[in-house]
């Protein structure tokens, strides 16, 4: 199956520091990856959706110069959260689409999501 | 904008009993999807639905997406303890890409 993958799993900084978070797809292409943040016991938010070789799509609410996103290739995303602080806390999580095939197939909508990266700033 | 709401919150069930969420979007959607994330671990997709009325079984589980593609709902069969875990339900956002709106999870515990 299609596996993706998350480094760390697990950082904890000091407040003001920048933390970068990798985000790979293993074994299949990845044209769109998507960016999640979730805080305990709640639902996973998008934060913002990320296209190989273009700017990545923000949500509403979410700010592009702290939460920077950058797809080089089509296996790699990553988000840098600058200048963290404390509120920047929560889990991260990745998701890739397989771009293969059509909708209901594999390769439809349905994504793939690494195993999520436990941000905590002190 | 397009929201998916789903109910219940939490479920506690005892070991053999059924356990049915229930997804519903406030616009039609093109596909459903279902994934089921255990205590501290990462979503992992389930099922997509794409037909109207379409019913789709896994072994114990069934997920049905209504005729007119704005509900869905998942059922499991005689739970066990190894279905505990957060099970979501998520639609299209809309517009030209694939992003998702996930609902806010069903919670669910089963006791042995």
């Known amino acids: 199956g299609a596996v993706v993958s998350q480094h760390p799993s697990r950082v904890i900084c000091k407040s003001g520091t920048s933390v970068k978070i990798e985000c790979r797809s293993l074994d299949f292409q990845a044209t769109t990856m998507f960016w999640y943040r979730q805080f305990p016991k709640q639902s996973l938010m998008l934060m913002a959706t990320s296209n190989e070789g273009s700017k990545a799509t923000y949500e509403q609410g979410v700010e592009k110069d702290k939460f920077l996103i950058n797809h080089a290739s089509l296996t790699l995303s990553t988000l840098t959260v600058t200048s963290a602080h404390p509120e920047d806390s929560s889990f991260y999580i990745c998701?890739?689409?397989?771009?293969?095939?059509?909708?209901?197939?594999?390769?439809?909508?349905?994504?793939?999501f690494g195993p999520g990266t436990r941000l905590t700033v002190l | 904008g397009q929201q998916v709401m789903q109910i219940p919150q939490y479920q506690h069930v005892q070991e053999g009993e059924d356990f049915t969420t229930y997804c519903n979007s406030s616009?039609?959607?093109?596909?459903i999807q279902w994934y089921k994330q255990r205590p501290g671990g990462h979503p992992v997709f389930l099922i997509q639905?794409?037909?109207?009325?379409e019913v789709k079984k896994q072994k114990r589980l069934t997920f049905q997406f209504g005729e007119a593609k704005k509900n869905s709902s998942l059922h499991i069969t005689a739970t066990q303890t190894t279905d505990v875990g957060t099970y979501f339900c998520a639609g299209p956002k809309g517009g030209s890409g694939y992003a998702l709106n996930f609902g806010k999870g069903t919670s669910l515990l089963v006791t042995p």
């Open positions: 616009t039609t959607l093109s596909n």
């Open positions: 639905l794409v037909k109207s009325g």
């Open positions: 998701s890739a689409r397989d771009g293969r095939g059509r909708p209901g197939e594999r390769g439809g909508h349905e994504q793939f």
